[in-house]
């Protein structure tokens, strides 16, 4: 079974801008969840898309949004780039349906904010 | 929602037996214990979860305390590439949180060889 993908894997933009990053899921699973890492902050919940709605939010600005499509392809977007949104942005895709699933995770996109 | 404390590092020697605690004590009744590790340069990864009994699996055992305030996790014998961030995560059962996992600092384990 192909795992989570993510693509870019790489991104530099400046600030101001605004990006997409893509995250596909692995066959099947329903749930798909962003995570921002920064060194320091660490591992922070962005949001989480189930069958196409926002289940569950975490404590970032209107700035960063994300959809799901009817295939479970996720994306985020993050308009009005800062400095500080350098970081790696993860996706990690599971069932969704238990508190026993476990989340997979890609390989991350690296952000680069200049 | 209920907090997990975890050592900032540990170190072990390789093909030694590890044990990382995990301390949460105000748990609920209903929390599942998870532990995820992220190894260098990569997306975290899942190593085991638990309720109230210990469980192993072919990656490690997880060692949970009769009151749940406290677990832990065993890696059996430590090789170089248990190197990582190990990470233990509550996630309560019957909402809708499956999809949101709440990361600490974790612990950063360092193997010698």
């Known amino acids: 079974k192909a795992g989570v993908t993510q693509t870019p894997r790489y991104l530099i933009k400046t600030r101001g801008q605004q990006v997409t990053l893509s995250c596909s899921p692995i066959s099947g699973h329903r749930s798909v969840s962003w995570y921002q890492q920064t060194p320091g902050q660490g591992l922070q919940f962005l949001f989480e898309?189930?069958?196409?709605?926002?289940?569950n939010k975490g404590n970032f600005p209107g700035r960063f949004s994300g959809r799901q499509f009817s295939n479970s392809r996720s994306e985020m977007n993050v308009s009005t780039l800062e400095l500080g949104d350098s970081a790696l942005y993860l996706c990690?895709?599971?069932?969704?349906?238990?508190?026993?699933?476990?989340?997979?995770f890609g390989p991350g996109t690296r952000l680069t904010v200049l | 929602d209920a907090k997990t404390t975890q050592p900032n590092s540990m170190e072990s020697n390789e093909e030694e037996p590890v044990h990382l605690p995990c301390n949460h004590s105000t748990i609920s009744g209903t929390d599942y214990i998870h532990w995820y590790r992220q190894l260098p340069s990569q997306g975290p990864e899942y190593v085991i979860h638990g309720l109230t009994s210990n469980v192993n699996n072919r990656m490690a055992s997880l060692a949970i305390a009769e009151d749940r305030k406290s677990s832990t996790l065993i890696l059996h014998r430590a090789t170089l590439r248990d190197a990582a961030v190990y990470y233990c995560i509550l996630i309560p059962a019957g909402g809708t949180s499956y999809g949101k996992l709440t990361f600490g600092q974790g612990t950063i384990l360092t193997v010698h060889p």
């Open positions: 898309y189930f069958s196409e709605t926002q289940r």
């Open positions: 990690a895709s599971s069932l969704g349906l238990a508190e026993t699933d476990t989340q997979y």
